[in-house]
């Protein structure tokens, strides 16, 4: 049966979408242009690479198209755990630093533990290509032997699933990732 996606894929895209329209509508000035790109881990399996999407992507970027990366996936449970994503720690960890210290600013200082766990994902591309990524994924559970929300992957990833709560706390944490002058001056070195 399809897996609906709501918060493996959707969450993250909806979060996107919001953002993009909070920056318009409020004027928010950043420091650097903010681009945004819709793809998702899942894109083949069975009859392509399942990074296919991001893999693309940055083959076709000429040097300096993007001076860095911050993957927003799995943003949308409850009781979400975004824990350091190891490879993301490793390249962009000023990146991962800033999350975690805006973090209780904006109610999610339970949900962003010290702990470490590494996943493939659509920011490896980006690190392959040495374009500091950082990955913001739901990826601590202890009560999961693959760390994802017990939804991942199955037929009940559906919208009763997402907490617009949590969604406007990563919204609010990623906005003041992005307006902290330590996130762009200076930019981190190629991974």
């Not at 893999?55 to 979400?80: H, K, N, T």
């Not at 010290?114 to 290509?129: C, G, M, N, Q």
Request: charged letters at 25%; glycine letters at 10%.
């Amino acid at each position: 049966e399809p897996v609906l996606g709501a918060n493996d894929g959707a969450s993250g895209v909806g979060l996107l979408l919001q953002l993009m329209r909070h920056v318009s509508e409020h004027d928010v000035k950043l420091p650097f242009d903010l681009g945004v790109a819709f793809f998702d881990g899942e894109d083949g399996f069975d009859d392509c690479h399942p990074l296919a999407g991001s893999i693309y992507f940055v083959s076709q970027l000429a040097p300096g198209d993007v001076d860095r990366f911050l993957l927003l996936d799995m943003v949308g449970s409850a009781d979400a755990r975004f824990v350091r994503e190891s490879n993301s720690n490793q390249c962009d960890r000023a990146a991962m630093d800033l999350l975690h210290s805006h973090a209780a600013a904006h109610g999610l200082g339970q949900n962003l533990p010290d702990e470490a766990r590494s996943v493939t994902d659509d920011h490896t591309p980006f690190i392959d290509a040495g374009i500091p990524a950082a990955d913001l994924i739901d990826l601590g559970r202890s009560d999961t032997r693959s760390g994802f929300p017990p939804e991942w992957h199955t037929t009940h990833d559906t919208l009763d699933k997402l907490d617009a709560g949590m969604l406007g706390r990563v919204g609010d944490l990623v906005l003041a990732v992005l307006g902290d002058p330590a996130y762009s001056e200076p930019w981190p070195a190629p991974c």
